[in-house]
């Protein structure tokens, strides 16, 4: 994950393309993969059998926020990718409005900005009231570490017992919100389809990035259910006290919890390919096109990214 995320991340900077609509939103979310990656590789190398309680205690938190960071990051992603189609089948790539970039600032700021608000109390309360419990194994799991690895009736602190509710229910429903969402824009990048569909100008070439665009649309909305649901499954056998397939479920979710960046990449990596290779099967065959035919490389540079920023000179990207 921390090769595949931080790949999208070296990508983005040395080819400047940080600023461009389709790459920004990715960028984003490598980023918040790479921070996770780096917190579950710390969480490796810490434990011990004798690990301070504290120090995976807060390093279970901040895991914790870095998975809530990656949730709306995600649906960051999955909003401005669809906006980004859209304009390109109504022929507004170059229009940008002040408006559309002010929201994707705010959209990206956000992200950031709420798992913080929703893991600091867990940091403070936890650390003033010393709700530590056996949390060295929490090293090993940051994302829900102390929810499966400490008995809430083991505290003597009612609050502390109450951090371990909060902190629960925040994971949770931060996940089924995310997944409401991103369904509900799945569900409209396939009604975007379907209005393509009924065109009948599209030549059999547009079909086919269509095509590769519409497997984008499902690869990373997958991922991020493949990597998540274990771990909320987990969450649930946990707090019902099932001990039927529970080590089972620790082993899958090792193996998925920690995969999203690495997955993102391949889907990212594996979109562009097809698209170039599309787009150099387009080129190969210009000279016996007419100029009607040639119109349709415009259709595979646009797919593919830009280096150059299309929006407003005026307005920058965030």
Known sequence: SIVGSGSIIGYAIFQNVVKSPEVRPLFYLSVSDLLLAFCWLLGAVLYKPFTPDLQCFNLQALGQMFYLTTYLYTINYMWQTCSNFRRRIVHDTNQITETECCIGRIATVLCSVFPVLLICPVFYYGNTKECYGNSSYSCLVLNIGSQITVDPGSYSDGGCAA?????????????????????????????????????????????????????????????????????VILTLVSSKGIDVGYQVLCYIQSFTAVSQGFLNSLAYGWTQQMLHCLKQSSYRDVDTQTPLLRSQKNLYASMQTSNIHRGPQTVSAF
């Open 163 to 231: 951090l371990h509710t909060y902190s629960t229910i925040v994971f949770m429903v931060t996940f089924c919100l995310s997944t409401v969402a991103i369904l509900v824009l799945v569900g409209y990048s396939y009604q975007l389809f379907r209005m393509i569909q009924k065109e009948s100008r599209l030549l059999q070439d547009h079909w086919a990035v269509l095509t590769v665009t519409r497997h984008a649309f499902l690869l990373f909305p997958s991922i991020f259910l493949f990597c998540c649901l274990p771990v």
